[in-house]
Nanobody
Protein backbone atom coordinates (compact mmCIF):
# COMPACT_ATOMS: atom_id res chain seq x y z
CA UNK A 1 0.00 0.00 0.00
CA UNK A 2 1.42 3.33 -1.10
CA UNK A 3 1.60 6.04 1.53
CA UNK A 4 2.94 9.56 1.58
CA UNK A 5 2.60 11.06 5.04
CA UNK A 6 3.39 14.73 5.49
CA UNK A 7 4.23 16.32 8.81
CA UNK A 8 5.70 19.52 10.20
CA UNK A 9 3.03 22.03 9.24
CA UNK A 10 1.60 24.55 11.64
CA UNK A 11 1.23 28.21 12.52
CA UNK A 12 4.30 30.43 12.28
CA UNK A 13 4.90 34.17 12.36
CA UNK A 14 6.14 36.03 9.31
CA UNK A 15 9.90 35.64 9.02
CA UNK A 16 9.82 32.31 10.80
CA UNK A 17 10.80 28.85 9.65
CA UNK A 18 9.23 25.42 9.31
CA UNK A 19 10.51 22.09 8.12
CA UNK A 20 8.09 19.77 6.37
CA UNK A 21 8.73 16.05 6.09
CA UNK A 22 7.13 13.45 3.86
CA UNK A 23 7.62 9.80 4.74
CA UNK A 24 7.04 7.43 1.83
CA UNK A 25 6.27 3.72 1.78
CA UNK A 26 4.91 1.10 -0.58
CA UNK A 27 6.98 1.99 -3.65
CA UNK A 28 10.60 2.28 -4.73
CA UNK A 29 11.30 5.75 -3.39
CA UNK A 30 14.63 6.19 -5.18
CA UNK A 31 12.96 5.71 -8.57
CA UNK A 32 10.71 8.72 -8.16
CA UNK A 33 11.16 12.43 -8.41
CA UNK A 34 9.76 14.00 -5.26
CA UNK A 35 8.00 17.33 -5.13
CA UNK A 36 6.18 19.67 -2.84
CA UNK A 37 3.09 21.43 -4.13
CA UNK A 38 0.85 23.88 -2.35
CA UNK A 39 -2.69 25.10 -2.69
CA UNK A 40 -3.97 28.28 -1.13
CA UNK A 41 -7.70 28.96 -0.68
CA UNK A 42 -9.29 29.88 -3.99
CA UNK A 43 -6.13 29.17 -5.96
CA UNK A 44 -4.86 26.32 -8.09
CA UNK A 45 -2.32 23.85 -6.79
CA UNK A 46 1.19 24.95 -7.72
CA UNK A 47 4.61 23.34 -7.77
CA UNK A 48 6.86 24.64 -5.00
CA UNK A 49 9.97 22.51 -5.39
CA UNK A 50 11.12 19.26 -6.98
CA UNK A 51 14.11 17.01 -6.46
CA UNK A 52 15.06 14.27 -8.87
CA UNK A 53 16.72 10.95 -8.21
CA UNK A 54 19.45 9.84 -8.36
CA UNK A 55 21.02 13.12 -9.45
CA UNK A 56 19.35 15.19 -6.72
CA UNK A 57 18.80 18.03 -9.16
CA UNK A 58 16.38 20.59 -7.77
CA UNK A 59 14.11 23.24 -9.13
CA UNK A 60 11.98 25.81 -7.38
CA UNK A 61 9.11 28.16 -8.00
CA UNK A 62 10.38 31.71 -8.41
CA UNK A 63 8.35 32.78 -5.39
CA UNK A 64 10.35 30.55 -3.01
CA UNK A 65 13.85 30.63 -4.50
CA UNK A 66 16.42 31.53 -1.89
CA UNK A 67 14.01 30.84 0.97
CA UNK A 68 13.00 27.17 0.60
CA UNK A 69 15.24 24.13 0.25
CA UNK A 70 14.11 20.67 -0.80
CA UNK A 71 16.15 17.60 0.09
CA UNK A 72 15.71 13.85 0.21
CA UNK A 73 17.11 10.92 2.13
CA UNK A 74 16.70 7.79 0.03
CA UNK A 75 17.83 5.60 2.93
CA UNK A 76 14.92 6.90 5.01
CA UNK A 77 12.43 7.20 2.13
CA UNK A 78 11.81 10.77 3.17
CA UNK A 79 11.73 14.13 1.45
CA UNK A 80 12.00 17.44 3.28
CA UNK A 81 11.15 21.06 2.65
CA UNK A 82 12.99 23.60 4.75
CA UNK A 83 11.08 26.87 4.64
CA UNK A 84 12.75 30.04 5.88
CA UNK A 85 11.73 33.70 5.86
CA UNK A 86 8.11 32.68 5.61
CA UNK A 87 5.58 35.18 4.33
CA UNK A 88 1.80 35.35 4.73
CA UNK A 89 1.48 34.46 1.05
CA UNK A 90 3.13 31.11 1.79
CA UNK A 91 -0.03 30.12 3.67
CA UNK A 92 -1.44 27.02 2.00
CA UNK A 93 -1.92 23.30 2.27
CA UNK A 94 1.36 21.67 1.27
CA UNK A 95 1.25 18.34 -0.55
CA UNK A 96 3.95 15.77 -1.12
CA UNK A 97 4.11 14.23 -4.59
CA UNK A 98 5.98 11.29 -6.07
CA UNK A 99 6.35 11.01 -9.85
CA UNK A 100 8.08 8.46 -12.03
CA UNK A 101 8.89 9.72 -15.52
CA UNK A 102 9.25 6.17 -16.90
CA UNK A 103 5.52 5.47 -16.81
CA UNK A 104 4.13 8.71 -15.38
CA UNK A 105 2.99 6.93 -12.22
CA UNK A 106 2.13 9.46 -9.54
CA UNK A 107 1.20 9.48 -5.87
CA UNK A 108 -0.03 12.23 -3.55
CA UNK A 109 -0.03 12.77 0.18
CA UNK A 110 -2.97 14.10 2.17
CA UNK A 111 -1.43 17.51 2.76
CA UNK A 112 -0.32 19.54 5.76
CA UNK A 113 -1.51 23.04 6.59
CA UNK A 114 1.01 25.86 6.81
CA UNK A 115 -0.27 29.17 8.13
CA UNK A 116 1.94 32.25 8.26
CA UNK A 117 0.35 34.94 10.38
CA UNK A 118 1.12 37.32 13.21
Amino acid sequence: QVQLVESGGGLVQPGGSLRLSCAASGFVFSSYAMSWYRQAPGKERELVARISSPTGRTNYADSVKGRFTISRDNAKNTVYLQMNSLKPEDTAVYYCNAFRFLDKREYWGQGTQVTVSS
